[in-house]
T-cell receptor, first 114, second 116 residues
Framework: AQSVTQLDSHVSVSEGTPVLLRCNYS??????LFWYVQHPNKGLQLLLK??????LVKGINGFEAEFKKSETSFHLTKPSAHMSDAAEYFC????????????FGTGTRLKVLA | DTAVSQTPKYLVTQMGNDKSIKCEQN?????MYWYKQDSKKFLKIMFS???????INETVPNRFSPKSPDKAHLNLHINSLELGDSAVYFC???????????????FGEGSWLTVV
């Protein structure tokens, strides 16, 4: 069965400092992995996705994530946080076993301090 | 143009009422979904349709009934609303299902349902 674990429910960083949001997955098949962002009272927007191509994936707004099969991780990073990055972030796994499901992590709330 | 649009955005209603949330996508996708997000922000799939055919039906009370008149629309009807139905409901779509590459899900803006 597929699953995804976001290791931190809340992360606080100062503006201008690096961001690290952690995600570990479990999948019986080659997974596709996604990061979505949700700003308050808004829908979910795709930040980036991994689909078995390059293991380092670059997304929008300066975010990137690295797929590490040996560690079953797909952590999201950004070199320098901006106030507008404050939001809820979701790691998502979709494997190809035919279950047709996208499984969401429980989310990480990113707070950016001035 | 909004890719996935759902209406209404906000809905306040009394217990026992019946309500519908409509969803339309103009992306030409084959697959549409309904997700429920609870107060702790946890997202759980409720239903998925592929080309008007129901393919995912999670353990959702049968008071919830999805209807897909065509592959661009997936509406959610809820009968006899209960307090616990209060949540944000997201409609979403993706190009196709079961493909060899991860298809991106595109979400609507959400419908905030409050049952009083």
């Amino acid at each position: 069965a597929q699953s995804v674990t976001q290791l931190d429910s809340h992360v606080s960083v100062s503006e201008g400092t690096p961001v690290l949001l952690r995600c570990n997955y479990s999948s019986s098949y080659s997974p596709s992995l996604f990061w979505y962002v949700q700003h308050p009272n808004k829908g979910l927007q795709l930040l980036l996705k991994y689909t078995s191509a390059a293991t380092l994936v670059k997304g929008i707004n300066g975010f990137e994530a690295e797929f590490k099969k040996s560690e079953t991780s797909f952590h999201l990073t950004k070199p320098s946080a901006h106030m507008s990055d404050a939001a809820e972030y979701f790691c998502v796994v979709s494997d190809l076993s035919g279950t047709y499901k996208y499984i969401f992590g429980t989310g990480t709330r990113l707070k950016v301090l001035a | 143009d909004t890719a996935v649009s759902q209406t209404p955005k906000y809905l306040v209603t009394q217990m026992g009422n019946d309500k519908s949330i409509k969803c339309e996508q103009n992306l030409g996708h084959d697959t549409m979904y309904w997700y429920k997000q609870d107060s702790k922000k946890f997202l759980k799939i409720m239903f998925s349709y592929n080309n008007k055919e129901l393919i995912i039906n999670e353990t959702v009370p049968n008071r919830f009934s999805p209807k897909s008149p065509d592959k661009a629309h997936l509406n959610l009807h809820i009968n006899s609303l209960e307090l616990g139905d209060s949540a944000v409901y997201f409609c979403a779509s993706s190009q196709k299902i079961g493909a060899n590459s991860g298809n991106t899900i595109y979400f609507g803006e959400g419908s905030w349902l409050t049952v009083v």
